[in-house]
């Protein structure tokens, strides 16, 4: 609809509109506690001083424990960021909210999403914000429509392969959160607020910044040190702000975090205390019951209900119970916790668990039996002791659904685009026969750590054959399927490659995008276009961003340029902090169409964000830096532009060939040979060999293009 067709809306509804009445929250809105979560991803609760650990100094989570209640025994739905959040801000348990695992799912809108914690607050008359610290919960994922402002500018790294890794610093996302949460205090209309903040700080890698790197010899140590200094700064904020003593405050975990325990170093597959088992310390208004505990089990799925009962108010029906109201009946309660990740990634079976005051069950092939007063961290199976405790349990556990599925309609449309590209998909996670307990299974995953740290280092010919192991003993590995696919294109078997993840998409349709798009880069460098272009827009929906970029990178091969831009232009617009190669992108098409000056515009403002060694190690920032500024004339900033694309990336023949071509305009001919002479000694392969001799043509040097293609012929047969 265009801005004509708009019939103007009545005066008089303006008028309402404007009515301060009608923005104001009621009076009763105004006498509400603000209300601030803090999630600290990976943060196990056993590491923490308040549960009794000795490693760490935590002074920030010590004070609010000192003026809260502190929850003994809390635990996550899953051991998974994505779906443990959406279990904190639903209420409800991942086969109730449908997300299931980090990739391939999204919260979806409706019914469930209306009845989320932040817009059943915003009911009730709060503002409600979010900053979030990692990828796996930016705003596509569903979240974001939750709130009325969610802040999850996270620059995503260049070609990162481990999604799980994109992440910022928590002082920027706490930045945003002063900012937003102080603006809302500017506001004469305002009313209380809810903010969630989400630190990723403990998760891998462990890397702290000094003092506290320093200061721990467990890096583990440090970055929980560093979280606390960010949740102290956080809570300072408030206290400066006048909301501290009157909020209600919440500090939580996801989910925790393996430290090798079960053989597992991080989290995601298995269901044990130390994943599933998270820190809880709830800070209520004016500090009521400060200092107590609480010893009956909790989870995080039971803030929704808890904050309800608080703020008052119909509230939705819910699954949990009210955290200060769990009295003589908490001990029949049994906590549902599950894990997806070994099923949908490696083929293996996946994990439930219930956990009551006593016992801790866990669903798998082997069942296990946890007497977790006695045994805390789950270390003895007593299943065969006790079979009455067993069987009621697995009875219990039998009453939550166990049924895998993607949501609905992400389902289909997976199917039906995966379909149209001629792929044939079985359901999500497929189960043919029994599948392996991934605790027989998990000395398979050092195999993979191998293969991908081999991969990493440029060993790619030693790691295929390891990845080719694996998938023969569990053809269900989707990650190993996806590392040899990665593996086999870097080693350019680019056929190869295409059927690696031509597998993976039959198998896992759940993961589709992602691997959509490195198909059609592969089709891209084959010249395969049309085909590449249909593959683009099937992941369209899901990951606009790349997507865009790479109908960019098609229409310029095509020499588009108009459409490379427009191209260009739609995937900056669709990442909150365009990643660097969106803009990369966006100057070369700007470039094709003679857009210099804007292509620098560009390139220059990513500079600006930039550090300048990261702006080094982007590989075409200083060659294409240097093409703008050799078609504006400045020749001398082009040279050094030039120069640092050389230095930085040697095998990068174009900035040699430019280079020679911006000598020649300068009619410094003495340093052609010697500048095509260096290109060749940093790539000698054909394709350098062939531009040195292209080059020499281009510049009226038929004798030099005629040297430079007999040196080619006179190299060693067999060399590159
Ligand atoms: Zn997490």
């Known amino acids: 609809m265009s801005d004509r ?12 509109l404007l009515i301060p009445g009608a923005c104001t929250p009621s009076r009763e809105a105004a006498s509400l506690p603000s209300i601030f979560l803090i999630s600290i991803d990976t943060l196990r609760a056993d590491r923490l001083p308040v549960y009794g650990y000795g490693g760490v100094a935590t002074p920030a989570i010590d004070g609010l424990r000192r003026d809260g209640v502190l929850f003994e025994r809390a635990y ?53 914000g979010a900053g979030v610290s990692a990828y796996v919960l930016r705003g596509e994922t569903g979240l974001g429509p939750l709130f009325d402002h969610y802040d999850d500018g996270i620059a995503q790294a260049g070609d990162s392969r481990a999604l799980g890794q994109v992440q910022r610093a928590g002082g920027e996302t706490l930045e945003g959160a002063r900012r937003w949460i102080r603006a809302q205090q500017g506001n004469p209309a305002g009313g209380p607020v809810f903010f969630l903040l989400h630190l990723f700080e403990p998760h891998t890698p462990y890397e702290p910044p000094e003092p506290f790197r320093g200061r721990y010899a467990d890096p583990y140590d440090g970055e929980i040190a560093t ?9 300072a904020f408030l206290k400066a702000e006048g909301l501290y003593d009157g909020a209600l405050i919440v500090l939580l975990a996801d989910h925790g975090e393996g430290l090798g325990d079960h053989g597992e170093a991080e989290h995601g ?26 010893a009956a089990p909790a989870q995080l799925l039971d803030l929704f209900p808890t904050i309800a009962a608080l703020v008052g108010g119909p509230a939705p029906e819910l699954p949990g119970a009210d955290l200060f109201r769990l009295g003589d009946g908490a001990g029949e309660r049994r906590l549902y916790s599950e894990s997806y990740y070994a099923r949908l990634h490696l ?117 295929v054959p390891l990845y080719q192991d694996l998938l023969e003993r569990f053809p269900g590995m989707l990650d190993a399927r996806v590392e040899l696919a990665a593996c086999l294109r870097a080693l350019s078997r680019p056929e190869e490659a295409l059927e690696a993840y031509r597998e ?35 992941a369209l929906s899901g990951v606009p961003g790349k997507a865009h970029g790479l109908l960019a990178r098609i229409a310029l091969e095509r020499g588009e340029g108009a459409a490379a831009v427009a191209a260009a232009r739609a995937a900056v617009a669709a990442e909150a902090v365009p990643r660097p190669e969106s803009i990369l992108t966006l100057a070369r098409a700007q470039l094709a169409t003679g857009e210099a000056t804007a292509a620098l515009d560009a390139l220059d403002t990513l500079g600006q964000r930039l550090s300048p060694e990261e702006a080094a190690s982007l ?56 500048t095509l002479q260096a290109m060749v000694s940093a790539h000698p392969v054909a394709a350098t060999y062939a531009l040195a001799a292209a080059t020499a043509e281009r510049l009226g040097d038929a004798a030099g293009a005629a040297r430079w293609r007999t040196a080619a012929q006179a190299r060693p047969p067999g060399s590159p």
Not at 505 to 528: C, F, H, N, W, Y
Request: aromatic share 6%; glycine share 8%.
């Open 347 to 463: 083929g293996w079976s996946e994990l439930r668990s219930l956990v009551d005051a006593r016992y801790q069950f866990i669903q798998a092939p082997t069942p296990e039996l946890y007497d977790l007063v006695e045994d805390p961290g789950a270390t003895r199976n007593i299943l065969t002791e006790q079979r009455r405790v067993y069987r009621a349990m697995e009875a219990a556990l039998g009453r939550h659904d166990g049924a895998l599925a993607a949501p609905e309609a992400v389902a289909d449309e997976e199917a039906a685009k995966l379909a149209a590209l001629g792929y044939l998909t079985a359901s999500a996670g497929r189960a043919e026969g029994p599948l392996p307990d991934p605790k027989d299974a998990l000395p398979a995953l050092e195999t993979m750590r191998r293969a991908f740290a081999l991969g990493a280092e440029g060993r790619c010919e030693a790691a």
């Open 76 to 128: 996550t739905s899953a051991p998974l960021t994505l779906p443990a959040h959406a279990s904190l801000l639903t209420g409800q348990p991942p086969y109730t909210h449908g997300v299931r695992d980090n990739v391939g799912y999204r919260l979806e809108a409706g019914e469930r999403a209306t009845a989320s914690l932040p817009r059943w607050l915003k009911g009730r008359g709060y503002a409600t």
């Open 504 to 538: 993976a998409l039959t198998g896992s349709p759940q993961a589709a995008d992602g691997i959509l798009l490195k198909v059609a880069e592969i089709q891209l460098e084959l010249g395969r276009l049309d085909e590449a272009e249909e593959h683009v827009r099937a």
């Open 269 to 294: 597959i298995f269901l044990y205390p130390e994943t599933i088992q998270v820190p809880l310390v709830v800070k209520l208004p004016g500090a009521a019951r400060a200092g107590t505990s609480v």
């Open 5 to 16: 067709d708009r019939t103007p809306l009545p005066l008089l509804l303006l008028l309402l």
């Open 227 to 235: 979280a606390d200094a960010l949740v102290g700064d956080f809570l």
């Open 619 to 674: 590989p075409w920032f200083h060659f294409l830096r240097g093409d703008a500024l050799a078609r504006l004339g400045r020749d001398e900033a082009a040279e050094k532009a030039f120069r640092r694309e050389i230095r930085a990336f040697p095998q990068n023949s174009p900035a040699f060939a430019n280079l020679a071509v911006l000598l020649a305009a300068q009619q410094r001919f003495g340093e052609i040979e010697p």
